[in-house]
Structures are given as structure tokens and as C-alpha cells.
């Protein structure tokens, strides 16, 4: 594979991952059995300001943004795209999206919601083109702090599930589902989307970006 044609491919697969991101929150949401945990945060910032859970998103990625500057990371191409991309595309899925009111509905949008993600995880990641705000966040304590990613992800990610919790956002059987299947799901699929090397051809599974910190974009 050609350099050009090398980079295009991974600027489509970082697009169409972060799109699909987007589009699998939404369907989550619509669930109304749970979210993972960074979106249960936006759902309650999103009741209590009255803004749409997409444009939160968008506030609270850029914010974090800002939380890099301390941290010494460096965002790349991917990390600035996640910011709006991700929000754009949970809003506009969410308003074409009929709602969901029996378990008949919600459990295969709740099932198509997380395998989504899975498959979205490892296409924008496997695009390397720099980790989301959030990813960003706990590699960048890790590595500041000398503390494990496992415990600089649970230590955030606890804060952030309470907050979101306690602002009204939902906690459910779809959060747990998320955390106990998304780390297997995004990892099969790094496999399944990652790009050619220029070197040597053999793939190259999101280079730069430890694969034990998969975490929300």
C-alpha cells in the first residue's frame, strides 16, 4: 500500500470511527438502560443546563482538552476531531432515532449500542492519529503520576459516574455491560482495522497508544 493511499485510508477510518462513535452513544442513550460512564456525566450536565447531551460533550471533550496542557500531552489530528465529531453525530443519530419505551426495543439497542462501540474504538484508534481528550487524560496522569492507567481510569471514571449519577444521568445494566464487554470488543477490532506499516507491511495496532488504556474517546 502506498504512502497517499495509506494516509487516505486512515483518514477515512478515523472519520467513519468517530461518526460511528457518536451514532453508538446515541444508541445507548435511546436504550435508557444505562451509559458508559463518560456519558452518563454529559447526560447530567445535559438536565441540569438544558443543552443537548451532544453539545455537552463537545464542552466537557474540550475542557479536558485543556486538562492536557498540565499534563505535558501532546493532541493530534484525532484528538481534535474526537472533540466535535463524536457530539455532531450523537445528535443528529439521536434526533432521527424513534423512542424507545419497551425492553423489546431497548435491550437491541442497548446490544447494537456497545458492539457499535467496540467497532468504532478500533477504527479511530487503529487510524493513529492521536488518542481521544478523555484517553489523553489517563495516560497523561499515568504517566505524570507514575500511578497504573488501571487505577488513573477507575479513580476518573468512579468521579465521573457519581457526578453524572447525581446530576441525573442514567446508571443501569447497560453500564455494566459496557465495562465488562468494551475492552474485548475494541481490542478485536483494533486487530481487525489496523493499517499497514510503511516499513514492512505487517500492521501496526494503535501505535503510540497503549492498547491496556482502550477507554471512551
Known sequence: MSTKNRLGRRLIQLYIGLALYGAS???????????????VLHQGLAELTGLTIGVVSIFVGAAVLLLWIPLRQRPGLGTVSNVFVVGIAMDGT??????????????????????????????YIAA????GPRDGLMTGLHQRTGRSIRLMRTAVEVAVVATGFVLGGTIGIGTVLYAVSIGPLAQLFLRVFAVPSAS?????????????????P
Open 128 to 131: 493513529r492519529f492521536g488518542p
Open 94 to 123: 439521536l434526533a432521527a432515532l424513534p423512542e424507545a419505551h419497551t425492553l423489546a426495543v431497548q435491550i437491541p439497542l442497548l446490544v447494537a449500542g456497545i458492539v457499535l462501540n467496540g467497532v468504532a474504538t478500533g477504527l
Open 200 to 216: 514492512d507491511g505487517s500492521t501496526v495496532v494503535a501505535k503510540g497508544q497503549p492498547q491496556r488504556a482502550i477507554l471512551r
Open 25 to 39: 452513544s446515541a444508541l445507548l442513550v435511546q436504550a435508557g438502560l444505562g451509559l458508559e460512564p463518560w456519558n
